[in-house]
């Protein structure tokens, strides 16, 4: 009973503080930009997201619009100018912008461009 308790507690702890979705997003920036240094890369990275946090500058995400739009474009094979929800989700968890156990709710309606960088952008806010 210990065990899981602990483990209850460990869970809370990296929910409560973020955890999964920090060391995510470090991992698809290092995936993306793919540095030479990558501990040197990471440390630099942490610092400007301590230094974004305590002067309450937003973090400049290494996503912008068009990588946005290119990722949507991606998944919209068919140039219908939406996604389903399950590649909007998948899209979320790859930019490390949403955890594997986060409840996102499927509304029954399509995914469209706008909608996609409107949330992606909402997230990237909140890291």
């Given at each position: 009973?210990?065990?899981?308790?602990?483990?209850?507690?460990?869970?809370?702890?990296?929910?409560?503080?973020?955890?999964?979705?920090?060391?995510?997003?470090?991992?698809?920036?290092?995936?993306?930009?793919?540095?030479?240094?990558?501990?040197?890369?990471?440390?630099?990275?942490?610092?400007?997201?301590r230094?974004?946090?305590?002067?309450?500058?937003?973090?400049?995400?290494?996503?912008?619009?068009?990588?946005?739009?290119?990722?949507?474009?991606?998944?919209?094979?068919?140039?219908?100018?939406?996604?389903?929800?399950?590649?909007?989700?998948?899209?979320?968890?790859?930019?490390?912008?949403?955890?594997?156990?986060?409840?996102l709710?499927?509304?029954?309606?399509?995914?469209?461009?706008?909608?996609?960088?409107?949330?992606?952008?909402?997230?990237?806010?909140?890291?």
């Amino acid at each position: 009973m210990e065990t899981s308790n602990r483990e209850l507690q460990a869970a809370e702890y990296l929910e409560r503080h973020q955890i999964k979705e920090l060391v995510s997003y470090l991992t698809s920036a290092l995936l993306f930009f793919r540095p030479e240094k990558p501990r040197e890369y990471l440390i630099s990275l942490l610092e400007r997201l301590r230094i974004a946090k305590v002067t309450g500058v937003a973090f400049p995400f290494f996503m912008d619009n068009s990588n946005i739009v290119a990722m949507f474009e991606m998944m919209d094979s068919s140039g219908r100018g939406t996604i389903s929800f399950v590649q909007y989700k998948e899209a979320l968890k790859t930019l490390g912008l949403c955890t594997e156990d986060e409840d996102l709710k499927d509304d029954g309606h399509i995914i469209t461009l706008d909608k996609f960088k409107e949330e992606v952008n909402k997230r990237m806010k909140e890291i």
